[in-house]
Antibody, heavy 121, light 110 residues
Framework: EVQLVESGGGLVKPGGSLRLSCEAP????????MNWVRQAPGKGLEWVSS????????YYGDSVKGRFTISRDNARNSVFLQMTSLRDEDTAVYYC??????????????WGQGTLVTVST | QSVLTQPPSVSAAPGQKVTISCSGG????????VSWYQQFPGTAPKLLIY???KRPSGISDRFSGSTSGTSATLGITGLQTVDEADYYC???????????FGGGTKVTVL
């Protein structure tokens, strides 16, 4: 069974930083593009960032560009999201998501359980 | 304001059919495949439909997807109480260079 395990969420003050991690105990992340998608309380899904298998291409949503950095360590089978200059509106559950890219279209085939980030004084 | 537009809610009686629309444009649905995700409260989204109309293994054939031009539709037939959830459409947008989602639709079984 494919499993994605996020960690690193918590309470942080506005302007602070936090680093999220995502591990995959049962498959090799290096074969996949990986994404972060977030969901603010009571709101819909918002794509945050993606990184290709060997970090060749990296993309960010406009709302986090310049503040968040996605990275991966394939040797540790992990993906990270470094978040800086955090704002109240960054409060959300952050999901680590595997992207399926072989075939007709790309889509998100497996999602982690999510980790909650709360930005508040 | 989401790039893809979905109705906030739809409802129907058990056994009936519901459809959820997802309206976009030429930079997204018009040129890229659409996927749909199902989310129960307090849980992570789950892939329901990919490549516009394909179902992953284990997904009931009561769920179907289709597209026409710059719109996509998710259909649920034989509605059951277990189908009560939020449903999101998603695709790539090449004008934004971002993955975009609809605002989500809550399905209620009356």
């Amino acid at each position: 069974e494919v499993q994605l395990v996020e960690s690193g969420g918590g309470l942080v003050k506005p302007g602070g930083s936090l680093r999220l991690s995502c591990e995959a105990p049962r498959f090799s992340l290096s074969n996949y593009n990986m994404n972060w998608v977030r969901q603010a309380p009571g709101k819909g899904l918002e794509w945050v960032s993606s990184i290709t298998g060997h970090s060749t291409y990296i993309y960010y949503g406009d709302s986090v560009k310049g503040r968040f950095t996605i990275s991966r360590d394939n040797a540790r089978n992990s993906v990270f999201l470094q978040m800086t200059s955090l704002r109240d509106e960054d409060t959300a559950v952050y999901y680590c998501v595997r992207e399926h890219t072989e075939g007709l279209g790309n889509y998100f085939d497996y999602w982690g359980q999510g980790t909650l980030v709360t930005v508040s004084t | 304001q989401s790039v893809l537009t979905q109705p906030p809610s739809v409802s129907a009686a058990p056994g009936q059919k519901v459809t959820i629309s997802c309206s976009g444009g030429s930079s997204n649905i018009g040129n890229y495949y659409v996927s749909w995700y199902q989310q129960f409260p307090g849980t992570a989204p789950k892939l329901l439909i990919y490549d516009n109309n394909k179902r992953p293994s284990g997904i009931s054939d009561r769920f179907s997807g289709s597209t026409s031009g710059t719109s996509a539709t998710l259909g649920i037939t034989g509605l059951q109480t277990v189908d009560e959830a939020d449903y999101y459409c998603g695709t790539w947008d090449d004008s934004l260079s971002e993955e975009v989602f609809g605002g989500g639709t809550k399905v209620t079984v009356l």
